[in-house]
C-alpha cells in the first residue's frame, strides 16, 4: 500500500529547523528508556536530540525513536496552525509520513522500534483526521487554546437555532423516502459549508468566543448526519 519494502530504506535526508524547543513532558517514554532526560537517542545514547521537527530517525545509529509528545499536529503535518488548510498538501504529508514510520516497514526491527512505530502510525492518523475535517480542526485549534466545548453541553445556543435544528430532526423522523433524505442531506450539507466559512472568519479575526459558537452549531449539524446515516442502514 505505501509503495512496498523500498519504503523500508526512506530516511529524512535532512534535518528540519529545529524551530522553538518545546517543554519536555514527563510521560516521555525516552526518559524512561534512557534512564535520563536527557535528549539522547534510546538504542546507542548518541546525542542528537529526540525527535524534535522530522527528527524520526538517530543521526547516529538510525534507529526510529518514539513520537515528541511536544509536538501539535499542525507541526507533526507541516501545517500552519490556522483554520485553513490545504487538504492536498495534508494528504500528501500523510503519506511521506506513514512511509516513514508505518509498522509494515518495521517487522524485521527491534521490538521498541516496531512499538515506535505503531505509536507513530497512531498518531499521524489522528493528526490527519484531526485537521481534514473543518469541525474536528476548529475544535482542536481552540483546544490548542485552552478553550474546550465539552461533549453534551449546550453552549447558550439562540432559541431560533435550536427550533431549526429541531425542524430538521422532525423532517428527518417522519423520512419515508429517498427523496425526503436527500433534501434533508442536502440541507444540512448547505447548512456545514456557510458555517464552516464563518467558522473561517471567525479564527481569522482571533474571535475565538465566535468560532467557540459556531463550531457548536457545526456539532448540532453533524449530529443530525450521524443520524441520517444511520437511518440509511436498513434494519
Ligand atoms: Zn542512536
Known amino acids: 500500500m505505501w509503495g512496498g519494502r523500498t519504503g523500508t530504506f526512506l530516511r529524512p535526508s535532512g534535518w528540519w529547523p529545529t524551530g522553538v524547543l518545546g517543554r519536555r513532558l514527563l510521560n ?3 526518559a524512561s528508556l ?14 542528537g ?34 483554520f485553513r ?3 492536498v498538501k495534508l494528504q500528501h504529508r500523510y503519506q511521506q509520513l506513514q512511509r516513514l514510520v508505518h509498522p509494515d516497514f518495521f517487522s524485521q526491527r527491534s521490538q ?9 502510525s497512531t498518531l499521524v492518523n489522528e493528526a490527519y483526521k484531526t485537521l481534514l475535517a473543518p ?5 482542536y485549534l481552540l483546544k490548542l487554546r485552552g478553550i474546550e ?6 453552549y447558550e445556543m439562540d432559541s431560533q437555532f435550536l427550533t431549526e435544528i429541531m ?3 422532525e423532517k428527518l423522523a417522519e423520512a419515508q423516502d429517498e427523496t425526503a433524505m436527500k433534501e434533508i442531506e442536502s440541507i444540512v450539507r448547505a447548512k456545514q459549508k456557510e458555517l464552516t466559512d464563518d467558522v473561517s472568519r471567525a479564527f481569522e479575526r482571533d474571535n475565538f468566543e465566535k468560532a467557540k459558537e459556531l463550531l457548536t452549531k457545526m456539532r448540532y449539524f453533524s449530529n443530525v448526519e450521524e443520524k441520517i446515516k444511520l437511518k440509511k442502514i436498513p434494519l
Open 149 to 154: 466545548i465539552p461533549e453534551g453541553t449546550d
Open 49 to 82: 536530540g529526540p525527535p524534535r521537527g522530522d527528527r524520526f530517525f538517530c543521526p547516529q545509529c538510525r534507529a526510529l525513536q518514539p513520537p515528541d509528545p511536544t509536538r501539535d499536529y499542525f507541526s507533526l503535518m507541516d501545517c500552519n496552525r490556522s
Open 85 to 87: 488548510v490545504d487538504t
Open 34 to 47: 534512557a534512564g535520563s532526560s536527557s535528549p539522547r537517542c534510546w538504542n546507542c545514547g548518541g546525542a
Open 112 to 120: 521498541n522500534e516496531k512499538d515506535f512505530s505503531e505509536k507513530h
Open 167 to 169: 425542524e430538521i430532526n
Open 135 to 139: 469541525l474536528s480542526r476548529g475544535l
Open 28 to 30: 516521555y517514554n525516552a
